[in-house]
């Protein structure tokens, strides 16, 4: 079965550098989580979108911003990287009213 | 946000029950308990999730309180392959989203 499909895995930038992440849920999945999970830490909630529309905002810097497109695929926006936002961005997605989500293999990111 | 209190770490033996206690004391009615689990590197996993009745699916049984402020995952016979992260999460259906706490490092012996 098609699983949720994250690009790229693995992105090196440097600082105050721009990236961009791309999430691609489950077909006919009508919501899309972002987490952050720096190294040793809990994934933080930062995102979600329901029917393409925002419907969740967690702890997500200003610097960063994130949008679900028409096809359902989401990207999440970040600039002027700091060595901070190194860690692993995990996509998630679901249909399940009640909750049940499945989750991408996630990006590294590195800032350098 | 609501919040789950977890043991940070458990051990257990290959082939033996686990428990895996979660307090939830500040959860609302409309709460579903989720279970979810993360192994090195890769993204967290579902287990399962229920809202007030006990529940059973091919990997695990989520046992939740009569008053619904605790509920354990039980793994009937841990492997190997086991040993992870566990999660024990609100989600919410009023705002549709799921907030991970610390987690339970499970250890597995052979």
């Known amino acids: 079965a098609a699983g949720v499909i994250q690009s790229p895995r693995h992105l090196i930038k440097e600082k105050r550098e721009t990236a961009t992440l791309k999430c691609y849920p489950i077909?006919?999945?009508?919501?899309v989580y972002w987490y952050q999970q720096g190294p040793g830490q809990d994934p933080q909630f930062l995102i979600s979108f329901y029917e393409k529309m925002q419907s969740d905002k967690g702890s997500i810097p200003d610097r960063f911003s994130a949008q679900q497109f028409s096809d359902y695929h989401s990207e999440l926006n970040m600039s002027s990287l700091e060595l901070g936002d190194s860690a692993l961005y995990f996509c998630?997605?679901?249909?399940?009213?009640?909750?049940?989500?499945?989750f991408g293999q996630g990006t590294r990111l590195t800032v350098v | 946000d609501a919040k789950t209190t977890q043991p940070n770490s458990m051990e257990s033996n290959e082939e033996e029950p686990v428990h895996l206690p979660c307090n939830h004391s500040?959860?609302?009615?409309?709460?579903?308990i989720h279970w979810y689990r993360q192994l090195p590197s890769q993204g967290p996993e579902y287990v399962i999730h229920g809202l007030t009745s006990n529940v059973n699916n091919r990997m695990a049984s989520l046992a939740i309180a009569e008053d619904r402020k605790s509920s354990t995952l039980i793994l009937h016979r841990a492997t190997l392959r086991d040993a992870a992260v566990y999660y024990c999460i609100f989600f919410s259906s009023n705002t549709g989203k799921l907030i991970f706490g610390q987690g339970t490092t499970l250890q597995v012996k052979p």
């Open positions: 077909p006919r999945h009508d919501t």
């Open positions: 998630a997605s679901s249909l399940d009213p009640t909750g049940e989500a499945f």
């Open positions: 500040t959860i609302s009615g409309t709460d579903y």
